[in-house]
């Protein structure tokens, strides 16, 4: 299919999964606004409709807590089918919210957005939100200037075997009868089992029994790990908010000290074993034992490590299609079930934003032709097989179409 047409039904996508002033990732398997999801949404609509890219971002932002969280997901109306719904969850917010975080993306989106399209009093009325949430993610989910989830749906990489060794010892056997919605809109072989979402409800249940009092859930909750995925993200989009703070005449100092308290606790998530940065479980210091496409982010970052890069590289040229969540080498790798080793789109176009500012434009040009070339022959899936590119999970993905619109089609100099 030509690049035209497939902007045209991109944009089709975000337009029929707009619900206003937010968009859902997909009709039926995710119903609501989710927190990253709809960074990279205002990123794509940015791309033909800037203003509604602003919205996208102050709905999302409307939804913050008095602490400064930007919830994961934000329970905007009714919808029975998702489990677990705003019951489940017992936060008492209005609009009803889930209890965690997601990957804090949103400032370096913001950053792109405005350098592409404008909107300086938009971003201006954003920006104290923004530094509020991260400094939440500074005081709520660090240990020691290393940033950490509570719950792996918080790393927005929900499955993935970086959580493994937190996740045994989580104990799911008295979660109590429920009814996964996730299984009836999409393969259940794509899906996370029921053991791992045994363990998952539990995390909520113990979070709604402290009344989600975010020290208790630091401190004593079930799951407590590093994440280098959002320890890089956080990185930059700490950077990107400083860059943010001077284009408004405000104080850089704040978000840049951040971003350093961060850096100066990178060797905390370094595997020697693995000769890699890595997610570690905080409450026994046990790693992860293979490399993930969290590693792939430090470049965003602005980490630089030839080990580590070698590792990436080699683990890369295992797949045909884009950076695999997981590495096909370890006894983990799965290429089609939930972020145990398929290629996101979404994770690409981060990793390329890495690339791009580290002058890697080679890689950046490889990773955005073989993410091109998924969309082209699957369609706007929410994932891929990353061996022979089969489409996986929801189909008509607001963030695949908006990572096309964004990057993928090449508008930056179209192939």
């Known amino acids: ?39 990279f949404a205002a990123w794509g609509f940015a791309t033909f409709d800037p203003s509604r890219a602003w919205t996208e971002l102050e709905t999302l932002f409307s939804a913050q807590w008095d602490t400064g969280m930007v919830p994961h997901i934000i329970f905007h109306r009714d919808d029975e089918g998702y489990f677990p719904g705003p019951g489940v969850w017992g936060t008492g917010t209005t609009p009803p919210s889930s209890g965690i975080s997601q990957p804090p993306v949103a400032a370096i989106l913001a950053r792109l957005i405005h350098d592409s399209a404008g909107g300086t009093d938009r971003l201006r009325a954003l ?9 939440w993610w500074q005081r709520a989910r660090t240990v020691n200037g290393t940033a950490c989830i509570t719950h792996p749906w918080e790393s927005g990489r929900d499955n993935c075997p970086d959580w493994d060794p937190g996740m045994a010892n989580v104990d799911g056997s008295n979660v109590g009868p429920y009814q996964r919605r996730d299984t009836g809109h999409v393969d259940p072989s794509m899906r996370p089992g029921k053991e791992d979402y045994d363990r998952y409800l539990a995390i909520v249940q113990f979070g709604r029994a402290c009344g989600w009092d975010q020290d ?26 400083a860059a943010l703070a001077r284009t408004l005449g405000e104080d850089p100092a704040e978000p840049e000290a951040m971003a350093a308290e961060l850096e100066a606790a990178l060797p905390s998530i370094w595997n020697d074993h693995l000769q890699a940065y890595c997610a570690r479980d905080m409450k026994t210091g046990t790693f992860a034992e293979s490399l993930s496409s969290g590693a792939a982010l430090g470049l965003l970052a602005g980490v630089e490590n030839a080990a580590m890069e070698t590792k990436l590289a080699a683990m890369w040229d295992r797949v045909a299609y884009g950076i695999p969540s997981n590495d096909p080498a370890a006894p983990s790798f799965n290429a089609r079930r939930y972020w145990r080793g398929p290629t996101w789109p979404v994770v690409n176009a981060l990793i ?52 096309w619109l964004a990057w993928a089609n090449g508008a930056n100099g179209r192939d």
Do not use: V
């Open 1 to 39: 299919m030509q690049t035209d047409d497939l902007d045209s039904i991109a944009r089709d996508i975000l337009r029929r999964n707009d619900r206003g002033t937010y968009t859902i990732p997909t009709s039926g398997l995710y119903p609501f606004q989710w927190n990253w999801d709809s960074a």
């Open 127 to 135: 920006y104290p939100k923004m530094l509020a949430w991260h400094r």
């Open 216 to 241: 208790t859930i630091l401190n004593d909750g079930p799951f407590l790990m590093a994440d280098p995925a959002i320890h890089f993200i956080l990185m930059r989009a700490n950077r990107d908010l």
């Open 352 to 403: 390329a934003i890495g690339l791009r500012s580290a002058g890697r434009h080679a890689e950046e040009t490889r990773l955005r032709a073989e993410t091109a070339a998924l969309i082209r022959q699957g369609g706007f899936f929410e994932y891929f097989d990353p061996q022979d590119g089969t489409a996986c999970g929801g189909d008509n993905f607001t963030w695949t179409a908006a990572i």
